[in-house]
C-alpha cells in the first residue's frame, strides 16, 4: 500500500528566508508526485507535480521540488518565502495507471508554513 | 470560468439529521472526489467516481453516500450513522488527459 509522510507538521521560518518541507512516499509501483498549497478556509491548488523525466520540477510561486527515487523523497524548497507564503502544504502520491487516467491521491498529514517579519 | 463549486461554505445541522453537500463541475472531468479533512489529519477520501452511474467507496465511507447521475454533479449525503461528522468537506475532480485533481474551495459542516 501507498503511504506520504511529511516530516514535519509545523516550519516556522522568518520572511525572505529558505525553507524546505520535507515528504517521503512509500510505494511498490511507479508513482506521480505532488505538492498542493491550502490557504485558510479554502480548497487545495496545485503548486507542482513530477510525473517523469528531470527531478527537478519547478512550480507556481517560486517553489520547487526534487524527485529521489532512491530515497524515495520529494522535497519542496523555495530559497526565499514571504509573509504570503503562511498555508498549509499537502505532499500527495498517486498511482500511475494505464491510459493516463491518473488514480486516486494519498495524501501526508500537512505541514504548516509560517511565515513571520 | 471552468470550476468547481461547493456549496453552501459554511452549514450548521443538529444531530441525528440527514444533510446532503454539493459539488458541480464544468470541467468535463469524468473523475470525482469526496475528501474529509481534520486538523492535523490531512486528507481522507470518502467516495469517488469515475464515470457517471457509477462509484466506489474510500477509506472512510461509513455514515456517507453518494450519487453520480450526472457527469458534472457528485453529492455527499452525511447520514446520521456518522458518528463525527464535523469536519471540513473537498471535492475534486480529474481529467482522463490529465494528471492532477482539481479542488473546490470546500463546506464546513458543523454539527451541533
Known amino acids: 500500500a501507498q503511504s506520504v509522510t511529511q516530516l514535519d507538521s509545523q516550519v516556522p521560518v522568518f520572511e525572505e528566508a529558505p525553507v524546505e518541507l520535507r515528504c517521503n512516499y512509500s510505494s511498490s509501483v511507479s508513482v506521480y508526485l505532488f505538492w498542493y498549497v491550502q490557504y485558510p478556509n479554502q480548497g487545495l491548488q496545485l503548486l507542482l507535480k513530477?510525473?517523469?523525466?528531470?527531478?527537478l520540477v519547478k512550480g507556481i510561486n517560486g517553489f520547487e521540488a526534487e524527485f529521489n527515487k532512491s530515497q524515495t523523497s520529494f522535497h519542496l524548497r523555495k530559497p526565499s518565502v514571504h509573509i504570503s507564503d503562511t498555508a498549509e502544504y499537502f505532499c500527495?502520491?498517486?498511482?500511475?495507471?494505464?491510459?493516463?487516467?491518473?488514480?486516486?491521491?494519498?495524501f501526508g498529514q500537512g505541514t504548516e508554513l509560517s511565515v513571520k517579519p | 470560468d471552468g470550476g468547481i463549486t461547493q456549496s453552501p461554505k459554511y452549514l450548521f445541522r443538529k444531530e441525528g439529521q440527514n444533510v446532503t453537500l454539493s459539488c458541480e463541475q464544468n470541467l468535463n472531468h469524468d473523475a470525482m472526489y469526496w475528501y474529509r479533512q481534520d486538523p492535523g489529519q490531512g486528507l481522507r477520501l470518502i467516495y469517488y467516481s469515475q464515470i457517471v452511474n457509477d462509484f466506489q467507496k474510500g477509506d472512510i465511507a461509513e455514515g456517507y453516500s453518494v450519487s453520480r447521475e450526472k457527469k458534472e454533479s457528485f453529492p455527499l449525503t452525511v447520514t446520521s450513522a456518522q458518528k463525527n461528522p464535523t469536519a471540513f468537506y473537498l471535492c475534486?475532480?480529474?481529467?482522463?488527459?490529465?494528471?492532477?485533481?482539481?479542488f473546490g474551495p470546500g463546506t464546513r459542516l458543523t454539527v451541533l
Open positions: 500527495a502520491v498517486s498511482d500511475l495507471v494505464k491510459d493516463n487516467q491518473g488514480g486516486k491521491l494519498i
Open positions: 513530477y510525473l517523469s523525466g528531470s527531478t
Open positions: 475534486a475532480s480529474h481529467g482522463l488527459t490529465r494528471n492532477e485533481q482539481f
